[in-house]
């Protein structure tokens, strides 16, 4: 099959393509044929050697595509099934899954958009709802609203009848504010931390300065989550804050959870640009989700 690997670590110019065998399953797995992939932000960091791993190494984290094996304990999915899973290595035209972490895909979805959810919207998910115990009324501040997780991250707030408060670019505002912003903050030209109190979950998704200053903006017995840095817990304590950081661990009960949401359109995908899969466009994607400030998400399309 093919596939597109690194060999060395550095630069996107490392992504190239190879042949390679079909992976083999497990009982508890299911072999998926890759129709789409997404783009993550951890894609490009392990390419760059930040979070080592053996070399060659076949990135990706989320996969959408047609079930062709199932592993002989899988019982609930079966050949030919359209489903959408957080795995990993899925730069390839096939991967595998535990079953757990596959879901058939809702109806009104397509593959490339089926892809662009497992792992952000299993990110967002836990960090608002399990993470950050989100109820109806909260008053949540969602930091780069404009990106994979945090786009997201306010549909769900939203669901759940939040007010929400995010920042991005100028750009960005008539964006946010279609998918339910209350309050946008162009993070250039405002300081958020002076025109927002009293709220009750800061989502953190930048860290350095902007999570320091989130704090400030957080009533007591409000929540920090960060997904990038671990908030300063003495400070915390001092304000009567729970300070969290966290990295996700798919569970199948959320991915279904996010695909009820999806079915009904309580959430969309916001899939911004689509790559060919060949080693220039994979690069081309790397390059873009390095350089920041992308909107939605980037997704492959393989077959």
Known sequence: MKAIVIEEFGSAEQLKEVDMPKPSIKEHQVLIEVRAFSINAI?????????????????????AGIISEVGAN????????????????????????????????????????????????????????????????????????????????????????????????EKNREFLIALGVDRFIDYKNEDFEQVLTDFDLVLDLIGGETQEKSFSVLKKGGRLISLV????????????????????????????????LLAYGAIKPIVTQTYAFTEEDLRKAHEQIEAGHTRGKLVVKVN
Do not use: C
């Open 74 to 169: 899988v019982t609930d999915l079966k050949i030919g099934d359209r489903v959408f899973a957080n795995a990993a290595r899925t730069y390839a035209e096939f991967t595998k899954a535990r079953a757990e972490v596959t879901v058939k895909i809702p109806d009104n979805l397509s593959f490339e958009e089926a892809a662009s959810i497992p792992l952000i919207g299993q990110t967002a998910w836990e960090s608002l709802v399990e993470q950050g115990h989100l109820q109806a009324g909260d008053k949540v501040l969602i930091h780069a609203g404009a990106g994979g997780v945090g786009s997201l991250a306010i549909q769900i707030a939203k669901h759940f009848n939040a007010y929400v408060a995010a920042t991005a670019s």
């Open 229 to 260: 840095q671990e908030p300063d817990q003495k400070k915390a304590n001092s304000l009567g804050i729970t300070g969290t950081h966290f990295s996700m661990s798919p569970t199948g009960e959320r991915l279904k959870e996010l695909t009820e």
């Open 43 to 63: 894609d490009w960091k392990r390419r760059s050697g930040k979070m080592g791993g053996n070399l060659p190494l076949v990135l990706g984290g989320d996969v």
